[in-house]
């Protein structure tokens, strides 16, 4: 598993990040196509979502707007949205997009349980991440 995350302007919080699988070790550093995207900056558009995605790659949104799938559908991409930023501040008082977006990647990606999720966690974010599981919707 490769990760990278991209900050935004101010380095205090991610704009977006990429998640690239494979069962060989990925040695590569370079932005290459990957398998999961997570939009954390609801003001970035679909263009940038898919500017690095794989064909048939998940992206998850932070946003309560409307997203438009025209450019995903001939690329079979699957588009996914979910309120993280107001997940985090309503059940934790925190802003805490990062960890709804975690509870929505873990029900996507589907090989790590919630309760390891939790585990690995501070009690406090738990919650968060448990609410992000369950309010990620599929974007039609």
Partial sequence: V??????????TSYVWGMIK????????R???PHDFTLMFDPVLNEKEATSHAK????????????INTGRFKKRKIK???LDAT?????????????MA????????FGKISMKAVKAADPKE???????GYKNMKQVK
């Fill in 21 to 28: 699988m494979d069962k060989a070790p990925i040695l590569s």
């Fill in 101 to 108: 977006m975690l509870g929505a990647l873990t029900k996507l």
């Fill in 2 to 11: 490769q990760s990278v995350f991209f900050p935004g302007q101010e380095r």
């Fill in 55 to 66: 064909d048939g790659s998940l992206v998850i949104f932070n946003t309560t707007q409307k």
């Fill in 79 to 81: 588009a996914f949205a």
């Fill in 125 to 131: 974010n738990a919650a968060v991440v448990e609410e």
């Fill in 30 to 32: 370079q932005k290459e």
């Fill in 86 to 98: 107001g997940i985090g501040i309503s059940t934790a008082n925190k802003l805490a997009p990062g």
